[in-house]
């Protein structure tokens, strides 16, 4: 039920197998899927063209695809749902004309109306700049023994302290999976009180959605704020962290920590995938390093 198809120019491969509902295992693209892809890579394609013809940057388009397989009778996609969404920053106008270009899609000219397809169009909504706040610590006096410290933290209506024995993981892993906990109704101010954590954060919302921050007590408490995905991990000394909650009048324990596995969450695993921001502790200061192209390993660090 194997087949492939080779590029003659590039010598790119393509692999169809049948699907898993006729007589195939469902290994790879199914020869309609070809046809539901054309149509998405079609609209695409012309877009491009477009905006590069008018000098519009154009930035990331998603397309996804549903195709339905008819019931009865021949075999064949009886409709394509397309839901298509543009980017944040182009105004109406440039919406609207490249909108009209999808319908010149000579893809779509061939199907000649044999195939039921609607478009959903969205536009993904603007990115938050991406800013941590580090409550600082007023240190009263320090000596070789003894170090005390005024960690308070404005507005605080709650005093968590979490205590991790050895290389402890919060929330734990599902089977291999991270898992993460987001707060509804609590913005976080975690301090280090002993050892060392380190902390991954993720917000699809933000610019930069990924940031992982080494935190130790000269860094002051990190502050968490509502709606990001958040979980910690410690060496094997362990750690102690005071967390110095800020809870409005929402508030339920009992539903505010429910950790959220990645397992299923397309948006997490996009932002987990994006390039790390670092925050680290060196020369007496915070220090923020962006590395870009971790994933084609060309790395780039800039401060």
Not at 221 to 228: E, F, N, R, V
């Amino acid at each position: 039920m194997h087949t492939e198809a080779q590029h003659v120019h590039s010598g790119q491969t393509l692999r169809t197998d049948a699907p898993v509902d006729h007589a195939g295992k469902g290994e790879n693209f199914a020869p309609t899927d070809l046809l539901a892809t054309a149509v998405g890579t079609c609209f695409l394609t012309v877009m491009g063209i477009t905006a590069k013809e008018k000098g519009w940057g154009l930035g990331e388009i998603t397309v996804e695809i549903e195709k339905k397989m008819t019931t009865h009778g021949p075999r064949k996609i009886e409709s394509l749902l397309l839901q298509i969404e543009m980017p944040s920053d182009l105004e109406s106008d440039q919406l609207k004309v490249l909108r009209k270009a999808t319908k010149d899609c000579p893809v779509l000219r061939n199907l000649d109306d044999s195939i039921r397809i609607n478009v959903q169009w969205n536009q993904s909504k603007s990115k938050k700049k991406t800013s941590l706040n580090f409550v600082p610590t007023n240190v009263f006096r320090e000596t070789p023994q003894v170090t005390f410290f005024d960690a308070g933290v404005k507005g605080s209506n709650g005093s968590d302290v979490v205590i991790h024995h050895g290389s402890a993981i919060s929330p734990p892993n599902d089977d291999e999976i991270e898992q993460y906990y987001m707060h509804h109704h609590q913005v976080d101010h975690n301090l280090v009180l002993a050892g060392r954590r380190t902390f991954t954060l993720l917000n699809p919302e933000w610019e930069e959605p990924h940031h992982v921050i080494y935190l130790n007590q000269k860094m002051g408490a990190l502050q968490i704020p509502i709606g990001t995905y958040h979980r910690s991990v410690s060496g094997p000394e362990g750690s102690i962290v005071l967390n110095q909650a800020v809870r409005d009048s929402d508030f339920d324990p009992t539903k505010e920590f429910k950790p959220v596995s990645l397992r299923h969450q397309a948006d997490l695993q996009k932002a987990k995938t994006a390039d790390p921001v670092f925050w680290i502790w060196e020369d007496g200061k915070i220090r923020r390093l962006k590395v870009s192209g971790i994933s084609s390993g060309k790395k780039q660090i800039t401060a």
